[in-house]
């Protein structure tokens, strides 16, 4: 019971535009659906923040796999760096459509890519980020538009794996991952194995208390 409340009261936060605006500091022209980010979408964006001021590393080509509705992510990373070429790439064709629109609105240049996964990527990047859809499929309790927004198989790693399994060739030499995952679906220690089984170093964690999600950064093991 009281998780479904907190859940209509962040569902309801965060399909206010006002405060998405706010927080992303972004107009927003038009949605395909209500709530334009998550919980791990607030983690990524913290990251952005943190390896802009304290790491201060510069990341010349990022990409976003998976931007969603919006790209928020690009678009933030577009408004924050303007000198970071940013693509933006989704498996919908609709979200990409009207992410475009966005960013016109916020006079950001992004590139777009409908693509499943890296099948359309054919660039390298310094920075790849994703928040994935990890969500087990048993808690879809009905069909819906867009399900590769949150399901991903039964245990809700499909996706990560999907991802990690390819993601080495598209990253330049120290390039970083930032994968977001939310852990109130997929255990820590799941996530991890699946990171060590592809082969990747894991630099650092970043969190958001008390928020579940965290982004581990991570690099090719080489
Ligand atoms: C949890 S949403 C994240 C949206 C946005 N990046 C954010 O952080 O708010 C996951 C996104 O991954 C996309 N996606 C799922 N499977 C994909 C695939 N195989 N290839 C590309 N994108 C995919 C979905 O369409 C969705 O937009």
Not at 39 to 67: A, E, H, I, P, R
Not at 102 to 111: H, M, P, R, S, V
Request: proline content about 3%.
């Amino acid at each position: 019971m009281i998780g479904r409340i907190y859940k209509y009261i962040l569902d309801y936060i965060r399909s206010k535009d006002f405060l998405t605006q706010k927080i992303w500091k972004l107009k927003i022209e038009k949605k395909v659906l209500p709530i334009t980010y998550d919980l791990t979408s607030l983690v990524l964006k913290k990251s952005l923040d943190l390896y802009k001021k304290k790491q201060k590393k510069v990341f010349n080509n990022y990409l976003d796999m998976g931007c969603g509705q919006l790209a928020i992510l690009g678009q933030y990373k577009k408004k924050i760096d303007p000198k970071t070429n940013v693509t933006s790439a989704d498996i919908y064709h609709d979200f990409l459509e009207n992410a475009q629109l966005n960013a016109e609105a916020n006079n950001l240049k992004i590139e777009f890519i409908q693509t499943d996964m890296f099948k359309n990527i054919k660039d390298k990047y310094d920075l790849i980020t994703f928040n994935p859809p990890y969500v087990p499929l048993s808690y879809k309790k009905k069909d819906i538009e867009y399900d590769k927004i949150s399901f991903a198989g039964s245990e809700g790693t499909d996706a990560i794996s999907f991802f990690l399994k390819s993601a080495k060739n598209y990253l330049n030499k120290d390039g970083l991952i930032f994968l977001g995952v939310n852990l109130f679906y997929i255990p820590k220690k799941v996530l991890f194995e699946i990171i060590d089984l592809y082969g990747f170093k894991k630099n650092e964690i970043i969190k958001k208390f008390p928020n579940k999600s965290i982004v581990v950064v991570i690099s090719d093991n080489q």
